[in-house]
């Protein structure tokens, strides 16, 4: 594993943002969801694509907090442009489950 320093991790932006929308995204290569997801003032809402389909449904996602990585350069995948990374882990069968907060916390906030 490389080692970063403090100033390595301070370039990501990891921020809390709140699912306001999330809808099936069929032009994509494997299963995913397009989720527009708002990340509070000075940042605004974004899209991302998130490959997250075996553990969540759109309506049960619509509402819930998500940990972005939001100072990415955009990516086109398909015919949308995703504007943010939604992070999540594999599980033992490869499926992918967000990384949350346990508590309520702004949209906005950052990870430190």
Same mark, same amino acid.
């Given at each position: /594993?490389?080692?970063?320093?403090?100033?390595? %991790? /301070? +370039?990501? #932006?990891?921020?809390? @943002?709140?699912?306001?929308?999330?809808?099936? %995204?069929? #032009?994509?290569? +494997?299963?995913?969801?397009?989720? #527009?997801?708002?990340? @509070?003032? @000075?940042?605004?809402?974004?899209?991302?694509?998130?490959?997250? !389909?075996?553990?969540? !449904?759109? =309506? #049960?996602?619509?509402?819930? $907090?998500?940990?972005?990585?939001?100072?990415?350069?955009?990516?086109?995948?398909?015919? /949308?442009?995703?504007? &943010?990374?939604? !992070?999540?882990?594999?599980?033992?069968?490869?499926?992918?489950?967000? &990384?949350?907060?346990?508590? =309520?916390?702004?949209? @906005?906030?950052?990870? $430190?």
């Amino acid at each position: /594993m490389q080692t970063i320093d403090w100033d390595d %991790f /301070m +370039k990501v #932006e990891l921020r809390v @943002g709140r699912v306001l929308a999330a809808r099936a %995204f069929p #032009e994509a290569r +494997k299963p995913a969801y397009v989720l #527009e997801v708002d990340f @509070g003032p @000075g940042i605004g809402v974004r899209r991302s694509s998130a490959q997250i !389909t075996a553990l969540y !449904t759109p =309506d #049960e996602l619509v509402g819930r $907090l998500v940990v972005g990585v939001v100072n990415f350069p955009p990516r086109q995948i398909g015919p /949308m442009r995703s504007e &943010c990374l939604v !992070t999540g882990f594999h599980d033992e069968q490869g499926r992918v489950a967000l &990384c949350v907060p346990d508590r =309520d916390v702004p949209p @906005g906030t950052r990870l $430190l």
